[in-house]
Structures are given as C-alpha cells and as structure tokens.
C-alpha cells in the first residue's frame, strides 16, 4: 500500500542525526554496498551533487588518497580536502570538460548523478526532463570514465523509460536497475548502474 508523504521520515531523521546534508545518502550507501562501487585512493565525478550527502559519504570512502569532483546548480557549502565542487550547469557540457580538464585528473572511476528536473507536476513532461538530463550524463559519463569505470545515476520511470533503458543497454555493459530502501514508496525513481565497456 502507498504510504501518505511524510517529509521528516526516519530518514532524514537519521541523516540530521549522523552529519548528513541530505537522506539520499542512504540510497548511495545501499547501492555502494551492493556493488561494491567506492574504494579508496578513486577519483569520482558527481554531476548534480548539492547539497551534498553523496560527496560527504564519497569523501569518506576514497580517503585523503581520492578525489572527489562535484557540479551542481546550486552552491555546494566546502565538505573535505579531497573534494572540488563547482556551480555549474551540466547540460552546458562543454564547460564541465572544460573545468575537468583544469583538474588535471587522473582516470575517472566513477560517475554519479542524482539529477531530479525541477518539476512540472505534469508526470510525463517531468519523466521526459529526466531523462532528456540522463542523456546528458551518459554522454559525460562517455567521455570521461576511463573503461572498465562504472555510472550510476537516478531516473523517472514512465512511459519513456524502456526506450531509455534499451538504448543504455546499447551501450554499457552489465546495467542494473535498483530501487533502494530510502527510495519514497510513493516515487517512481529508479537508480541505474552501468559498466563502461
Ligand atoms: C536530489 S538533488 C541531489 C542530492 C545529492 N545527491 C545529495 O546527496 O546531496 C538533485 C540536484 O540536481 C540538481 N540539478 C538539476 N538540474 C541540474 C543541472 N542542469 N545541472 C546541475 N545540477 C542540476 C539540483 O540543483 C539538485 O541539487
């Protein structure tokens, strides 16, 4: 049964309790613990990263040894030594190459994204801007994963959202879809997981 929205679940309940910025934490933390995706001495790119809880529990997993780059539209208060964050629109993607390039990275082992379209109310128009964003993340993802690197990323399920997968499947290898447990019962988000060939 759909449960009614609650917004101070136990969910943020506990993320304010443990030092998180935000509860979508836990739903990285899950799948982390699934695949096994975070080690230490990484370099990871987080596209739509504010307020920050993702590059918090990042940070703490790649130790003083990684690297930790963040963008979002929003500004990102500082979090650790090991992370970067940059205001910055992702879908202007000749900018984040071109700040990436500044960073003079080394391989890129993974790429984040929890990019939520700011919504219309109308389902299918919101589900599409989901995915018109994911298109943008993949092509990033693309580009600056080194191979063998892994994507995760967050996206609306809907009518769109087979073609979607069809054409992910295309591309990347061993794509898995996860609903973690701090997903809201009543949201139609999924999270992919996908290997770069
Ligand atoms: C659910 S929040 C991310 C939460 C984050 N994972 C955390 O743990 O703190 C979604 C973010 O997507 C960002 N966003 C939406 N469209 C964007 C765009 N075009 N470029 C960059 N960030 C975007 C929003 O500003 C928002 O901060």
Redesign the pocket.
Known sequence: MIKPYVPNDSWSRKAAKEGF??R??YKLMEIDERFRLLKPGQTVVD????????LQYVSKRIGPKGLAIG????TITPIAENVRTFEQ???QPEKIDSLLEAQHLPAIDLVLS????STSGIRDIDQWRSIE?NQVVIAIAARWLRPGGYCVLKVFRGADFDAFLREVKADWKNVKIVTPRASRDRSKEVYLVMKKA
């Open positions: 910025r935000a979508s934490v596209l739509a990263a504010a307020p920050g809880s993702w963008f979002d539209l929003q629109d992702i879908t929890d990019i939520a379209p964003l």
